[in-house]
């Protein structure tokens, strides 16, 4: 196929494109750290998990859906054991009760909608306290 599109600028790339290893980590729960890409409606959450990690049990109002992109997780979702691996991909409606035991090193992609505005306000005191 013949590209007939002239090449964004820089400035055009960096509006569209985000590499979200560039972008600095929060920490999720001890040993649980995640970089975050959100834009005006959802975030995106690119979570590395140590063996022994746990997400205490919580609710939130964002709908979530997790993708597990290497390893396995025990979740707990309402009060159940839920084990999950690699291409399971977990739908949390919105208030649903849910928690994680890492009992193996993981990474996971979560998706939330509305956007997670308490996970981008710790990204941005993150990076403050790295230009200070």
Do not use: C, W
Not at 70 to 81: A, L, P, R, T, Y
Not at 90 to 107: D, K, W
Not at 109 to 130: Q, Y
């Amino acid at each position: 196929m013949e590209r007939k599109e002239p090449q964004a600028s820089q400035e055009e790339y960096n509006r569209y494109v985000t590499r979200y290893t560039d972008v600095p980590a929060i920490e999720l729960a001890p040993g649980s750290d995640a970089q975050i890409v959100s834009a005006e409606r959802m975030t995106l959450s690119f979570v590395s998990a140590k063996p022994d990690a746990v997400v205490p049990v919580h609710r939130h109002e964002h709908e979530q859906m997790v993708i597990v992109i290497d390893g396995s997780i025990d979740f707990v979702i309402e009060g159940k054991h839920y084990h999950v691996d690699k291409g399971d991909v977990i739908v949390l409606p919105s208030n649903t009760e849910h928690g994680a035991y890492f009992t193996e090193r993981a990474q996971v992609i979560d998706a939330f909608s509305p956007t997670r505005s308490d996970f981008v306000a710790r990204m941005e005191e993150v990076k403050k306290s790295r230009k200070s």
